[in-house]
């Protein structure tokens, strides 16, 4: 099973300041790569997939970059609709995994 | 638009079953891969399921092989999961989605409780 970390495990950002979120996974998984944000109380949404291609959606301020191993999500000035929590799931092996999340909180 | 309704869920003793159901509307259901993912309280999600588009392959999580199957009936546009032998470990809420590899669309999810 391929274990997908990220970090950090909380992220404390100002509005308007830039967040960067990392996810690695222990085995090369390709561009098979997807980034989903949850907020309290609901379903997660995917936001990102193929570690690049930004989802229906999501505003251009959200970019992902990576591939193999080694990922980024970048959030350009935060607004305050996009504090919540970040997972990172790799769809490229059985089983798909998820990352243990980020959550990205109000400084 | 997109619509996942998923039911079935509740609270169930250790050992028990139950069958979730996911009504899905607004796309071509059997065109696309589908898949059931769970979430314990305060965690992250975790994959459970996922079978084809035309039901002919399925894949399931090491945690609940040969306990869940997951299955699905394209005449009436819904996806199933049957669960049994539960364990107080299956308490989560139960996210019916749309899409495998990735997973695009998450419904709202029914809450599963096994407890005695």
């Known amino acids: ?107 | 638009e997109v619509q996942l309704l998923e039911s079935g869920g509740g609270l169930e003793q250790p050992g028990g079953s139950l069958r979730l159901s996911c009504a899905a509307s607004g796309f071509t259901f059997s065109s696309y891969g589908m898949t059931w993912v769970r979430q314990a309280p305060g965690k992250g999600p975790e994959w459970v399921s996922s079978i084809s588009g035309s039901g002919g392959a399925t894949y399931h999580a090491d945690s609940v092989k040969g306990r869940f199957t997951i299955s699905r009936d394209n005449s009436k546009n819904t996806l199933y999961l049957q669960m049994n032998s539960l364990r107080v470990e299956d308490t989560a809420v139960y996210y019916c989605a749309k899409g495998r590899q990735p997973i695009d669309y998450w419904g709202q999810g029914t809450l599963v409780t096994v407890s005695s």
């Open chain 1, 1 to 107: 099973e391929i274990v997908m970390t990220q970090s950090p495990g909380t992220l404390s950002v100002s509005p308007g300041e830039r967040a960067t979120l990392s996810c690695r996974a222990s085995q090369s998984v390709s561009s098979n790569l997807a980034w989903y944000q949850q907020k309290p109380g609901q379903a997660p949404r995917l936001l990102i997939y193929g570690a690049s291609t930004r989802a229906t959606g999501f505003p251009a301020r959200f970019s992902g970059s990576g591939s193999g191993t080694e990922f980024t999500l970048t959030i350009d000035s935060l607004q305050s609709e996009d504090f919540a929590v970040y997972y990172c799931q790799q769809y490229n092996n059985w089983p798909q995994t998820f990352g243990g999340g980020t959550k990205v909180e109000i400084k």
